[in-house]
């Protein structure tokens, strides 16, 4: 086995990961950093985040209301220490993102335009048309090549972390393009490696969106925090589950149901006013209007579809002019793939899987439990996302938690002792597990298979809506898949591209990653944010103001601990949306 | 109703056990969103687990997926088979190696992308208290086409100067340096020369054109190029007349 | 076992014939020839005109011949589309900006057009023939 030697890693080159590796270069140019990600930067999944990023920057808004609105949004379940620090930062890092070259749309006199999202008092999205996400990441990545302590190893899986005492030494990952499996010695390890919403058979996340770092983490011991809050976006498109931004609606779209009527009004989010009201209607947070689409649709209120019930996105009276300058990408989607011009057409949409708020648990230096391990990004939970997520959080989150992940390691690094030869063991038994599964005979489980009943089995137990019955059935489900995945076939026996391999690996990540969302959705009942019960619809404060901590058990089901939520300035209330927001 | 079938021609190699590629055919679905991407997800799914390829997003905007599609460079998540007839050949990117099946050897393209200086570089830096700069929208304007390249490589496969002379700089890369030259906050155009308006730079490109009508992102790279030929034979012609820099 | 990038080698004569729009951007290039064979004839009646009538009459015969006729015929079409394709692609070399906008492509390819015109006009009348 190659063995590769370097101060940092840092698992995945997408945002978070560029962000945390640029930050360490800033801070020590003689510490090493090693990017490795199973993809080419520029492929990651932050390429698809469209809409924009919130900081305050306008002198009507202010630091306050950004904090309040995240609280709000996050169902009171975001730690209020690192929301306020995330607020504080966020502005100074879009800043720097302009100084890197990101092309920010822009207001007549030049400065950066903002544009409303949902949940928000006062619009403050900065964007790039409506591939912002795309234009942070090519940013980011050619920022990165400025830096001659940065270097890459592209098209490498990472497989394990190895961990020695409580601290972490490296990790192992396996060359895609020769299936040769690689030591990578590192003082301290950035995962920033993203989400996991592959898990969901309907999603807007790219293939590549495994939950691989996250399982990583998890097995080496690190809890996984809030994994029963899952984000679904209201507007994807049917069948692709390709992702409309929120900024559709930022812009002014309307969400019909198939009465042609502007539905939210019924679900406390009205009045409907022609013009986008803040924090009203179809700027509802997002965890509100996927529910309410599961309502009108119970109440045969939505249109049926060879791709299931839809409702209708209505940006006919926003113009042509407007929606090719801001929202081009959409326009082009909608177009090729539901055969519907937005500036004609009634664009059909419905709730899809889009985003983790939970993931490997952190402080609010990025570390986590293990010493030398942090982890910034989607696949990390600070938190400042509790039980929702707002729209335009995400993209800031990656940057301010990336960079500080970045500087912290970059301190831990100088107080590192070289690691202990256990490591050695544990990378040759890594590799072993890998080789093990690369001679998997031809026949017996097909990984496709199991993704399906994987992928149908979350969508079914832990949708919009939840009781203890459907996710016991999604649990049952994970059980048995973890124990068809010892009699796993291997089709392609080459050492070249093995992609046969590559989503085996995934497929054993996503597993693990679902088990512990369906099993703290199972502890969790009470109703907060993302999680619906239906068996226990209320918020219960007294019970589960907690942060879910599942443990990694490899024998059963995950061990569910809580944690305490950090409450500072704003104490726990009704989330009030529509004409009586305040 | 009996489904409509196609037949996928897919190029195959497999480097332990092929000398050189071969087409295998396999039968698949084709239901009226479905793009050529997912039909080759569905035979890696229900057929051949053994095909490799590259993809991510299936919405324009990763870059992975980029194939030649019935001799067009394409996204395969963009090829709708219903712009297709019976028979679809699907074959990996042309001018570069082939790694196995539809994957090809990309470090190449990435040396030249990182070799133009694809980065800002600000006339002085600027500190974070100063707050951003200011960019009108005509500014904006003015390069934000060049910033839309997904790095595809699709305009790599289209151009015959690339495979004839493999040490042209290419489409995409040039493009890129001349995005950040058009930016309003950048001065890094000098220092971009030495590589863009060097012979393996914009003087390999004879001006084919293929770049840009392949380009999924209508970014014009051909477009991009001619103009840095035309602002590089302007600097060179200045510089004899009197007081004409550095010559 | 391991790695083997198999290489494909672009043929280095034949390459266009591989796709229409190569051998459209051939006919292109090709038809800079037409252009300089036309200057050619035209030196050559140049010359024929400084040595005498005679020789200018000859010159004359021939390019007004039933094969000169021909010959113009060929080299006025390439020249058409040597410049109908240059034109087209003027927009992409030479952007345009006015405040936010640019100029519109067709309106680029357009000034071009009247130009060409208003030119030959001119050269037709300096011929006597308009």
């Given at each position: 086995?190659?063995?590769?030697?370097t101060?940092i890693a840092?698992?995945g080159?997408?945002?978070?990961?560029?962000r945390?590796?640029?930050?360490?270069?800033?801070?020590d140019?003689?510490?090493?950093?090693l990017?490795v990600?199973?993809?080419?930067?520029?492929?990651s999944?932050?390429?698809?985040a469209?809409?924009?990023?919130?900081?305050?920057?306008?002198?009507?808004?202010?630091?306050?209301?950004h904090?309040?609105?995240?609280?709000?949004?996050?169902d009171?379940?975001?730690?209020?220490?690192?929301?306020?620090?995330?607020v504080?930062?966020?502005?100074?890092?879009?800043?720097?993102l302009?100084?890197?070259?990101?092309?920010w749309?822009?207001?007549?006199?030049?400065e950066?335009a903002?544009?409303?999202?949902?949940?928000?008092?006062?619009?403050?999205?900065?964007?790039?048309?409506?591939?912002?996400?795309?234009?942070?990441?090519?940013?980011?990545?050619q920022?990165?090549?400025?830096?001659?302590?940065?270097?890459?190893l592209?098209e490498?899986?990472?497989v394990?972390?190895?961990?020695?005492?409580g601290r972490?030494?490296?990790?192992?990952?396996?060359?895609v393009?020769?299936?040769?499996?690689?030591?990578?010695?590192?003082?301290?390890v950035?995962?920033?490696?993203?989400?996991?919403?592959?898990?969901f058979?309907?999603?807007t996340?790219?293939?590549?969106k495994?939950?691989?770092?996250?399982?990583?983490?998890y097995?080496?011991?690190?809890?996984?925090?809030?994994?029963?809050?899952v984000?679904?976006?209201?507007?994807?498109?049917?069948?692709?589950?390709?992702?409309?931004?929120e900024?559709?609606r930022?812009?002014?779209?309307?969400?019909?149901?198939?009465?042609n009527?502007?539905?939210?009004?019924?679900?406390?989010?009205g009045?409907a006013e022609?013009?986008?009201r803040?924090k009203a209607?179809?700027?509802?947070p997002?965890?509100?209007?996927?529910?309410?689409f599961?309502?009108?649709s119970?109440k045969?209120?939505?249109?049926?579809?060879?791709?299931?019930?839809v409702v209708?996105?209505d940006?006919r009276?926003?113009g042509?002019?407007?929606?090719d300058e801001?929202l081009?990408?959409?326009?082009?989607?909608?177009?090729?793939?539901?055969n519907?011009?937005?500036?004609?057409?009634?664009?059909?949409?419905r709730?899809?899987?889009?985003?983790?708020?939970?993931g490997?648990?952190?402080?609010?230096n990025?570390?986590?439990?293990?010493?030398?391990?942090?982890?910034?990004?989607?696949?990390?939970?600070?938190t400042?996302n509790?039980?929702?997520?707002l729209?335009?959080n995400?993209?800031?989150?990656?940057?301010?938690?990336?960079?500080?992940a970045?500087r912290?390691?970059v301190?831990?690094?100088?107080s590192?002792k070289?690691?202990?030869?256990?490591?050695?063991?544990?990378?040759?038994?890594?590799e072993?597990?890998?080789?093990?599964l690369?001679?998997?005979?031809?026949?017996?489980e097909?990984?496709?298979?199991?993704?399906?009943?994987?992928t149908?089995?979350?969508?079914?137990?832990?949708?919009?809506?939840?009781?203890?019955?459907?996710?016991?059935?999604?649990?049952?489900?994970?059980t048995d898949l973890?124990?068809?995945?010892?009699?796993?076939?291997?089709e392609?026996h080459?050492?070249?591209?093995?992609?046969?391999?590559?989503?085996?690996?995934?497929?054993?990540?996503m597993?693990?990653?679902?088990?512990?969302?369906?099993?703290?959705?199972?502890?969790?009942?009470?109703?907060?944010g993302?999680?619906?019960?239906?068996?226990y619809?209320?918020?219960?404060?007294a019970?589960?103001?907690?942060?879910?901590?599942?443990?990694y058990?490899?024998?059963?089901?995950?061990?569910?601990?809580?944690?305490?939520?950090?409450i500072?300035?704003?104490?726990p209330a009704?989330?009030?949306y529509g004409?009586s927001?305040? | 109703?009996t489904?409509?079938?196609?037949e996928?021609?897919?190029?195959?190699?497999?480097p332990?056990?092929?000398a050189?590629p071969?087409?295998?055919?396999y039968?698949?679905p084709?239901?009226?969103?479905?793009?050529?991407?997912?039909?080759?997800?569905?035979?890696?799914?229900?057929?051949?687990r053994?095909?490799?390829y590259?993809?991510?997003?299936?919405?324009?905007?990763?870059?992975?997926?980029?194939?030649?599609?019935?001799g067009e460079?394409?996204?395969a998540?963009k090829?709708f088979?219903r712009d297709?007839?019976?028979?679809?050949?699907?074959?990996p990117l042309?001018?570069?190696?082939?790694?196995?099946?539809?994957v090809?050897?990309?470090?190449?393209?990435?040396?030249?992308?990182?070799?133009?200086?694809?980065?800002?570089i600000?006339?002085?830096?600027?500190?974070?208290d100063?707050g951003?700069?200011?960019?009108?929208?005509?500014?904006?304007k003015a390069?934000k086409?060049y910033?839309?390249?997904?790095?595809?490589?699709l305009?790599?496969?289209?151009?015959?100067q690339?495979?004839?002379?493999?040490?042209?700089i290419?489409?995409a890369?040039?493009?890129?340096?001349?995005?950040?030259?058009?930016d309003?906050?950048?001065?890094g155009r000098k220092a971009?020369?030495d590589?863009?308006?060097?012979?393996e730079?914009?003087w390999?490109c004879?001006?084919?054109?293929a770049?840009?009508?392949?380009c999924?992102?209508?970014?014009?790279?051909?477009?991009?190029?001619?103009?840095?030929?035309?602002?590089?034979?302007?600097?060179?012609?200045t510089?004899?007349?009197?007081?004409?820099?550095?010559? | 076992m391991?790695?083997?990038?198999?290489?494909r080698?672009?043929?280095?004569?034949?390459?266009?014939?591989?796709?229409?729009?190569?051998?459209k951007y051939?006919?292109?290039?090709?038809?800079?020839?037409?252009?300089?064979?036309y200057?050619?004839?035209?030196?050559?009646?140049?010359?024929r005109l400084?040595q005498?009538p005679?020789?200018?009459?000859?010159?004359?015969?021939?390019?007004?011949?039933p094969?000169?006729l021909?010959?113009?015929?060929?080299?006025?079409?390439?020249?058409?589309?040597?410049?109908?394709?240059?034109?087209?692609?003027?927009?992409?070399?030479?952007?345009?900006?006015?405040?936010?906008?640019?100029?519109?492509?067709?309106?680029?390819?357009?000034?071009?057009y009247?130009v060409?015109?208003?030119?030959?006009v001119?050269?037709?009348i300096l011929?006597?023939v308009a």
């Open positions: 086995m190659d063995t590769v030697t101060d840092v698992v080159a997408g945002g978070a990961g560029l945390a590796a640029i930050a360490a270069a800033e801070a140019p003689a510490v090493s950093v990017l990600s199973k993809v080419y930067p520029m492929r999944h932050t390429c698809a469209e809409g924009g990023a919130a900081a305050v920057a306008k002198s009507d808004d202010s630091l306050e209301y904090f309040n609105d995240t609280v709000t949004g996050a009171w379940l975001a730690d209020q220490d690192a929301v306020e620090l995330f504080n930062e966020i502005p100074r890092e879009l800043t720097l302009e100084h890197w070259g990101c092309p749309s822009r207001e007549d006199a030049g950066v903002v544009r409303p999202f949902g949940g928000m008092k006062i619009k403050r999205t900065w964007y790039a048309a409506d591939k912002t996400g795309f234009h942070m990441l090519h940013t980011l990545f920022t990165s090549l400025k830096y001659p302590s940065i270097k890459r592209d490498h899986f990472c394990d972390l190895l961990v020695d005492d972490c030494h490296g990790l192992t990952a396996m060359e393009r020769t299936g040769r499996m690689k030591m990578i010695k590192a003082k301290a950035i995962i920033a490696s993203g989400g996991a919403g592959r898990i058979a309907f999603t996340n790219g293939a590549i495994t939950g691989d770092g996250m399982a990583m983490a097995r080496a011991g690190v809890p996984l925090k809030d994994m029963e809050f984000q679904y976006h209201p507007t994807g498109l049917p069948g692709s589950g390709i992702l409309l931004t900024g559709c930022g812009e002014g779209g309307y969400l019909l149901n198939k009465d009527y502007r539905y939210l009004q019924d679900y406390n989010l009045p022609d013009k986008p803040l209607m179809e700027l509802g997002r965890d509100r209007l996927s529910q309410a599961y309502h009108e119970q045969g209120r939505t249109v049926e579809t060879k791709w299931g019930d209708y996105l940006m009276h926003l042509e002019k407007l929606i801001r081009p990408l959409v326009r082009d989607l909608a177009r090729s793939y539901v519907a011009d937005p500036v004609t057409d009634l664009v059909p949409v709730p899809v899987v889009h985003y983790m708020m939970g490997i648990h952190t402080d609010i990025a570390a986590t439990t293990i010493d030398g391990l942090y982890a910034a990004g989607e696949c990390a939970c600070v400042i509790g039980a929702n997520r729209g335009s995400s993209l800031g989150e990656l940057l301010v938690f990336g960079a500080r970045g912290f390691a301190e831990h690094v100088k590192v070289a690691p202990g030869d256990i490591i050695e063991k544990q990378a040759a038994d890594s072993g597990r890998v080789k093990a690369f001679r998997r005979p031809k026949s017996g097909r990984v496709a298979a199991m993704r399906n009943a994987l149908l089995s979350m969508e079914d137990g832990c949708g919009i809506y939840r009781t203890e019955e459907t996710i016991r059935s999604t649990c049952n489900t994970i973890r124990a068809r995945f010892q009699d796993l076939a291997l392609d080459s050492n070249v591209f093995n992609t046969d391999l590559y989503q085996a690996l995934e497929l054993g990540c597993i693990e990653v679902a088990h512990t969302v369906a099993q703290s959705a199972l502890e969790r009942k009470e109703s907060r993302a999680h619906q019960r239906l068996d619809e209320a918020r219960d404060d019970t589960y103001l907690k942060h879910s901590m599942a443990y058990n490899p024998n059963g089901d995950p061990r569910i601990d809580y944690a305490d939520v950090v500072t300035k704003s104490q009704a989330r009030v004409g927001a305040a | 109703m489904e409509r079938k196609i996928l021609e897919v190029l195959r190699y497999r332990e056990q092929d050189e071969w087409f295998q055919t039968t698949v084709c239901p009226e969103e479905w793009v050529v991407l997912d039909a080759l997800n569905y035979v890696k799914d229900e057929i051949d053994t095909l490799s590259r993809w991510s997003c299936h919405m324009f905007v990763c870059g992975s997926c980029g194939m030649v599609i019935d460079p394409k996204l998540c090829a088979l297709y007839g019976d028979k679809i050949r699907v074959e042309a001018n570069f190696p082939i790694e196995r099946d539809l090809i050897v990309m470090d190449d393209f990435m040396e030249k992308l990182e070799s133009v200086k694809p980065y800002l600000p006339k002085e830096e600027k500190s974070l100063e951003s700069y200011l960019q009108t929208p005509a500014q904006l390069y086409q910033s839309m390249c997904i790095n595809c490589m305009c790599y496969s289209a151009c015959p690339y495979g004839l002379a493999p040490e042209f290419g489409p890369a040039l493009a890129l340096a001349h995005r950040y030259n058009m309003s906050r950048d001065v971009r020369e590589t863009v308006a060097s012979h730079g914009i390999e004879s001006f084919v054109g770049c840009s009508e392949v999924p992102k209508s970014v014009d790279p051909a477009g991009a190029i001619q103009q840095v030929k035309f602002s590089s034979a302007i600097d060179y012609f510089s004899w007349l009197p007081g004409g820099g550095s010559r | 391991s790695r083997k990038p198999y290489q080698e672009l043929p280095k004569t034949t390459w266009f014939l591989r796709h229409a729009r190569y051998k051939m006919l292109h290039e090709i038809s800079a020839i037409a252009v300089a064979v200057l050619l004839i035209l030196i050559v009646g140049l010359f400084a005498g005679d020789a200018w009459a000859g010159w004359l015969a021939f390019v007004t011949s094969l000169g021909v010959i113009h015929l060929i080299v006025f079409g390439l020249s058409l589309v040597h410049t109908t394709a240059w034109f087209k692609a003027v927009p992409q070399a030479m952007r345009i900006q006015r405040g936010e906008q640019f100029v519109p492509g067709p309106t680029i390819v357009g000034a071009h009247v060409w015109a208003a030119v030959s001119f050269v037709l011929a006597g």
